[in-house]
């Protein structure tokens, strides 16, 4: 016969000391990225990749160097290294893993999990040109100092053939419904525009640096 007290010692055992995941990452696009921090000159920057205009998906993007989690992959941090060597052309000792920042799930589909890394390799890169088309820094005191401009998009579902109307509510709406609103930046550095979830992984990694550097300014 089952208890109560047979549950809950039956879920304290299962649960003890485990982390909370994401229930659903199937139903998203996985990816893992590395933002790459790099001395240009003595003076720290952060290195960008504009995506090849062969690639079917975003391509003329800036993004950083990462891609989709492969089955093979060990973790997420496997994966960004992974595709770092593969398009910048480095070994994996050019990279000194930092830390993890933390990962981004988005409104379109896809979970980001960012990495901070300092790229030892000096510039320029002999980087993949089949997925890369140019790769470019910008100044770290740059970006810190730079308000991103912010606008918002808005997301909308519709429920598709044979949705089961008969199980929900009378008023349930049948056509497209309004779901959420997310906010979008746009860092803009010379002729480059730095956006979408680029700019959402930049911006928490830009907030890491500043509560630490300020951190260190009090010290």
């Known amino acids: 016969m089952i208890t109560t007290g047979n549950v809950k010692k039956m879920l304290a055992a299962a649960l003890r000391g485990q982390?909370?995941?994401?229930?659903?990452?199937?139903?998203?696009?996985?990816?893992?990225?590395?933002?790459?921090?790099?001395?240009?000159?003595?003076q720290p920057s952060v290195l960008f990749e504009v995506r090849s205009s062969k690639l079917h998906w975003?391509?003329?993007?800036?993004?950083?160097?990462?891609?989709?989690?492969?089955?093979?992959?060990?973790?997420?941090?496997?994966?960004a290294v992974r595709e770092t060597t593969e398009e910048l052309g480095v070994g994996p000792d050019d990279i000194e893993v930092l830390g993890?920042?933390?990962?981004?799930?988005?409104?379109?589909?896809?979970?980001?999990?960012?990495?901070?890394v300092h790229l030892s390799a000096e510039?320029?890169?002999m980087h993949n040109t089949d997925e890369v088309a140019?790769?470019?820094?910008?100044?770290?005191?740059?970006?810190?100092?730079?308000?991103?401009?912010?606008?918002?998009?808005?997301?909308?579902?519709?429920?598709?053939?044979?949705?089961?109307?008969?199980?929900?509510p009378p008023?349930?709406?049948h056509d497209y419904r309004r779901r959420a609103k997310y906010p979008v930046l746009f860092y803009q550095y010379?002729?480059?525009?730095?956006?979408?979830?680029t700019a959402r992984v930049l911006d928490g990694f830009?907030?890491?640096?500043?509560?630490?550097?300020?951190?260190?300014?009090?010290v």
């Open 171 to 173: 008023d349930y709406p």
């Open 100 to 116: 993890p920042l933390d990962f981004l799930v988005s409104p379109i589909g896809v979970i980001i999990y960012p990495f901070a």
């Open 134 to 168: 140019e790769v470019f820094t910008v100044p770290l005191d740059f970006l810190l100092n730079t308000k991103p401009r912010m606008a918002s998009m808005e997301m909308a579902t519709k429920p598709q053939a044979g949705f089961p109307f008969e199980l929900l």
């Open 190 to 197: 010379e002729r480059f525009v730095i956006w979408g979830l």
């Open 58 to 79: 975003q391509p003329g993007e800036i993004c950083f160097p990462g891609g989709r989690i492969e089955d093979d992959d060990a973790s997420p941090l496997a994966a």
């Open 206 to 218: 830009l907030t890491v640096c500043r509560n630490k550097l300020d951190g260190a300014d009090k």
């Open 19 to 42: 982390s909370g995941t994401i229930a659903n990452a199937e139903d998203y696009l996985q990816s893992a990225v590395t933002v790459p921090l790099i001395d240009v000159a003595g």
């Open 123 to 125: 510039l320029p890169l």
